[in-house]
């Protein structure tokens, strides 16, 4: 039998803001543990994110648990490296305890004594709790037909594109429309490339509403709180304005509908651009309804909605629609997937923890195996959850049921 001095409390697994808001929760419970991080406080955020990428949520509420933002431009957006440096000061403020460059290669239980085995790259340690913080959004997906591309294209994922200077010349088509194509679209056209977008039915969010960030508005008027089962993928959102298909037509931008696949030699895409334009336009139009009608039953005092350009500007498509491209017609050198990611658990080695696709099997964070948690999942409990928006609510969420369970002492 394991002695009780050798066995901690908890590990927390990641020191991004999930992780690092679970680790200051349970130091307030008085909770001794461990945070393991494969490279440094915020590595994702450091080496999966553009040159130019900016936070999707503004300064006043881009914070971490207990902090507020008292800078002078609450409304504006944070980039990758000043969101990097927010959290390695508050991991070092709360003198939290992290240790950078360990990564956890083995979550298993030791069954005889009712705890988790942890192994890592530099030793194995035994804990009551293990709370997974890893991230379930940093391993990218591709669709299978992506092997049939031609072999003379360079494909890349949202997670390796840098800059457009960083590329060979030539056009670029970016796969998916959604916050991260939508995004490097956007950087890629600004800097002057020959831009191809395959789009897809997903919303859209107005950077700003009637006088204030629309992520505000989502907060304060209870739209975030969406729960799991009513939540969809994440709309299209630009990072200091509005970015709409049509706006991006409009600075140069070559719409396509769908990617289909490989015929040929040839890529194929879906006739349903129209579809997606007006799907997405509509998604638009019901966010503001619901924030208009939140506004007249608060009895809030806000200025009139005032004309958007990206979503006023009419779309400038291609006549007739582009269903087939060939690369070297076109000069295409480059495909970058935007479309979608997930979670890499492979390392969690306990029965009924993981799904048929080696996701995490939990209900709000909480898995069947007890002690065995998931902290920053997206979508997890609401439509906040995956966001800096929810850790503070969430954390202190799992740090009770931690509590609550019996395995610890406090």
């Known amino acids: 039998m394991t002695s009780?001095?050798?066995?901690?409390?908890?590990?927390?697994?990641g020191a991004g803001w999930a992780g690092l808001g679970v680790s200051h929760a349970l130091a307030g419970k008085g909770i001794r543990h461990r945070v393991f991080e494969r490279g440094r406080i915020g590595e994702t955020w450091r080496t999966q994110r553009w040159d130019s990428f900016r936070m999707n949520t503004p300064n006043l509420l881009t914070v971490m648990p207990g902090d507020k933002y008292d800078g002078p431009d609450p409304e504006g957006v944070m980039t990758r490296d000043a969101f990097v440096a927010l959290l390695g000061d508050f991991a070092g403020r709360h003198a939290l305890p992290v240790e950078a460059g360990t990564s956890v290669t083995n979550l298993t239980e030791e069954r005889e004594d009712g705890v988790f085995r942890v192994t890592t790259s530099r030793d194995s340690v035994l804990a009551r709790v293990a709370i997974v913080a890893a991230g379930s959004l940093n391993v990218p997906k591709r669709p299978a037909s992506a092997v049939a591309l031609p072999s003379g294209l360079n494909q890349l994922d949202a997670s390796d594109y840098r800059s457009a200077a960083a590329l060979s010349e030539g056009a670029v088509l970016v796969v998916g429309s959604a916050q991260s194509g939508g995004q490097i679209a956007e950087d890629l056209a600004v800097a002057g490339r020959t831009v191809f977008l395959a789009t897809s039915r997903v919303g859209r969010l107005p950077r700003t509403y009637r006088g204030r960030d629309i992520a505000i508005w989502l907060v304060e008027s209870g739209l975030f709180d969406m729960p799991r089962k009513d939540a969809t993928a994440r709309p299209t959102l630009g990072a200091q304005h509005t970015i709409s298909l049509q706006s991006l037509s409009v600075q140069g931008v070559v719409l396509l509908g769908r990617f289909a696949g490989v015929e040929g030699g040839r890529l194929r895409f879906e006739d349903d651009l129209k579809e997606s334009i007006r799907f997405a336009d509509e998604a638009a139009t019901e966010v503001r309804?619901?924030?208009?009608?939140?506004?007249q039953r608060?009895?809030?005092?806000?200025?009139?909605?005032?004309?958007?350009?990206a979503e006023t500007v009419a779309a400038r498509l291609p006549r007739p629609p582009i269903l087939a491209l060939d690369p070297t017609g076109r000069g295409l050198k480059t495909v970058i997937w935007c479309t979608?990611?997930?979670?890499?658990?492979?390392?969690?080695?306990l029965p009924g923890a993981l799904d048929s696709s080696g996701q995490p099997v939990h209900r709000d964070g909480v898995a069947r195996l007890p002690g065995l948690y998931f902290a920053g999942l997206d979508f997890a409990f609401t439509r906040r959850s995956g966001t800096i928006l929810a850790i503070a609510e969430e954390a202190a969420r799992l740090a009770d049921h931690i509590v609550g369970s019996g395995r610890v002492r406090t």
């Open 4 to 13: 009780r001095a050798d066995v901690l409390d908890a590990v927390v697994v």
């Open 289 to 295: 309804r619901q924030i208009d009608a939140y506004i």
């Open 298 to 309: 608060a009895g809030i005092d806000a200025p009139l909605a005032e004309p958007d350009p």
């Open 340 to 349: 979608g990611f997930q979670g890499d658990f492979r390392w969690i080695r």
